[in-house]
């Protein structure tokens, strides 16, 4: 493992070793157990997509590991005024221990580790989202105690949540069941490692049915605002709500990456219904994230 740029590179113990060090992490930290590990080391962090969670953890991460974050909007540095994402790897390598970015697409991320000697964490692309996934999978674990037979469902759009669920939950033997609409299906590539343990539907009671958790995300993720009304029009059958929860197994979990559009994918009674589980999954991106830059750049 010498980059986290998507779910599928990742195999099932690898995703193991994440969450497992991501409890240590979370248990030193509730306990002032001192866990500077990163002591001395820098991370740059490039955004060309906005962000709350992902520039906090990360930032707020690596400084209770000792090291230091530095935040490079497009704006700031010479990557968005047309240097070649090869030229920034070089260069970024000199300087820091590791890179993080939150863009737009996945070809900018692999390019960039391809070229850069030090690790490369995908924060986020249109593609993948892998750092959140772990948050999820951390989250129902905790919930669960166990990932291995879980049934989860998934409401929306296929987007890049869509493909980071299925990619890392077939490796860890949980059952995946995706409702979209026509046309707004997960990734090809993404639907072909799901195998048999991936049910594809445009039904979201079939999807909900029988499941532990249940996953939603907005249905215009940044960059596709201008689509946005005709996405709700299609939508709105897969909106999560409580007749659709009430086809879960007991106990079934919700989970959604933030930030939620209440009364949109999800209303709002069932968002404040399983309020503490998606907090404790926003929570949880500060632990799996410094687990993962302890074990790429520790």
Known sequence: MKHLLKMADLSGEEIIKILDLADQMKYNLKNGIEHRILEGKSLAMIFSKSSTRTRVSFEVG?????????????????????????????????YVDGIMI???????????AQHASIPVINGLTDHAHPCQILADFMTIREYHSTLNGQTVAFLGDGNNMCNSLIAGA????????????KGYEPCPNIISMGGNDLLLTND???AVSGADAVFTDV??????????????????????NSELMSLTNPGAMVQHCLPAHKGEEITLDVFNAHADEIYDEAENRLHVQKAVMAILMG
Request: hydrophobic content about 35%; cysteine-free.
């Open 204 to 206: 979201p009671r079939e």
């Open 102 to 112: 939150r863009t737009f697409k996945q070809s900018d991320v692999e390019e960039l």
């Open 219 to 240: 249905w215009a993720s940044m960059g596709q605002e201008s689509e946005a009304e005709e996405r709700k029009a299609k939508m709105l059958p897969f909106q999560l």
């Open 62 to 94: 690596i400084g209770q590991m000792g090291g230091r974050a530095l935040f490079l909007s497009s704006n700031d540095i010479q990557l968005g005024r047309g240097e070649s994402i090869e030229d920034t790897a070089k260069v970024l390598s000199r």
């Open 170 to 181: 077939v490796k860890l033997g949980m059952k995946v069941r995706v409702a979209t609409p």
